[in-house]
């Protein structure tokens, strides 16, 4: 592997781990919160260059983070030094660049969503069987200190038999805040963030079995920053009730119209002896709560101190990790493959008016080492 190297001391032979050596395609907004996280894995992880379409934005990437610029995505394909593609990609590019990646012999490490069709997620992580490649998908939220904490406590009974879960994706108006807003509607809050608490249900749950959804468009007519007039066509606002094969229910809103400043946030467990409430799906570092049935909230301590906010490499890390230590990585495709799915199943639910069954499945994830 190119992740190892053997030396030998006297008589015996010693096996070091080397570092990830991996490429980024994509340097849009989100390249520079993985190039700040990874700045203090150098051990795990090496930067060894970037390519984006714009290849000046590669260039001042790769000038803050390290590495060389790669003119395209296939110079990277070509380059034998490089383990692993990070696709930081906009969202209707991942399914060709990462297919691309995997016939190219390279592991792959995605953004989410993995593909924006079921179809395409599935021929993925088929290609990636094919080729005896890796492929992983953020978000990587369920290996952070608080979602955990959260996760030990329900296998621990703290809550007694989970049947009930209510998921807040409250995401405001993107273009409040970035300079490149249509996209994000064009895929609308469902693709783009409902997958942060449908990771988290999954994992905690298992597979989803069926579907009921609604979807509209709140605020058809917006602003850019530069007071620029756009129209959306893809529902703003959608709610679903997902049925879990375990027969836990669990209801999601997402939108891009409510902020931040709502009370309505995170995710709240119900069970029979009680409920636990994380304020936060995304930052490591939100508060936990358990309530004994008819109790009040009480804070619930961390299994291990967080850092302050998202660590967005943890997901790739834990990858490199896993590739050194030749053990599954716990975000694997068929799981984000089976998330696109249900989203897939929500958009169709509200389109056709009708419930839908889901059918994928995939290996629930373990407790990271620090949580069990």
């Known amino acids: 592997m190119a992740h190892e190297a053997f030396f030998e001391q006297g008589e015996v032979q010693y096996m070091e781990k080397q570092p990830l050596r991996v490429a980024v395609v994509g340097c849009g907004n989100i390249a520079s919160g993985y190039g700040k996280t990874l700045q203090p894995y150098t051990q795990q992880i090496q930067l060894v260059g970037a390519t984006d379409v714009d290849l000046s934005r590669a260039e001042t990437f790769v ?62 992580v088929a290609l990636a069987r094919q080729k005896g490649r890796r492929l992983g998908c953020a978000p990587s939220t369920m290996l952070g200190e608080v979602q955990q904490t959260l996760w030990k406590a329900i296998r621990d009974g703290l809550t007694g038999t989970l049947r009930l879960a209510y998921a807040e994706v409250n995401w405001g108006r993107i273009e409040s805040w970035h300079p490149a807003p249509g996209p994000f509607y064009e895929v609308g809050a469902l693709f783009d963030v409902g997958v942060y608490p449908l990771t988290i249900l999954t994992t905690i749950f298992g597979p989803a079995r069926r579907i009921t959804g609604f979807g509209t468009v709140l605020h058809p007519n917006r602003l850019t920053r530069e007071g620029v007039a756009f129209h959306i066509e893809t529902p703003d606002f959608v709610v679903a009730a997902i049925e879990f094969a375990n027969g836990a229910i669990a209801r999601l809103t997402t939108n891009f119209y409510v902020g931040h400043h709502t009370k309505q946030q995170g995710i709240e467990f119900h069970g029979d002896r009680g409920s636990l409430y ?14 004994e049935f008819g109790g009040t909230y009480q804070p619930v301590p961390y299994v291990k101190e967080p850092p302050q906010g998202p660590e967005w490499c943890r997901g790739l890390l834990e990858m490199a990790d896993a590739i050194a230590d030749q053990r599954p ?29 889901v ?10 080492e620090w949580a069990v």
Request: glycine fraction near 6%.
């Open 63 to 124: 000038a803050t983070y390290g590495g060389c610029v790669y003119p395209s995505l296939e110079t990277i394909l070509a380059d034998e030094k490089v383990d692993l593609v990070l696709n930081l990609t906009i969202h209707h590019a991942h399914f060709e660049v990462i297919k691309q990646c995997l016939n190219g012999g390279k592991d792959v490490f995605s953004e989410k969503p993995l593909t924006l069709t079921t179809e395409e997620a599935q021929t993925l």
């Open 278 to 291: 994380v304020s936060d799906w995304q930052d490591y570092s939100g508060k936990i709560e358990f309530a």
């Open 329 to 357: 990585q716990r975000l694997t495709g068929e799981q984000a493959a089976h998330v696109v799915e249900l989203i897939c199943a929500i958009k169709t639910s509200y389109e056709q008016n009708r419930p839908v069954e």
């Open 359 to 368: 059918t994928s499945a995939f290996p629930q994830p373990t407790p990271m």
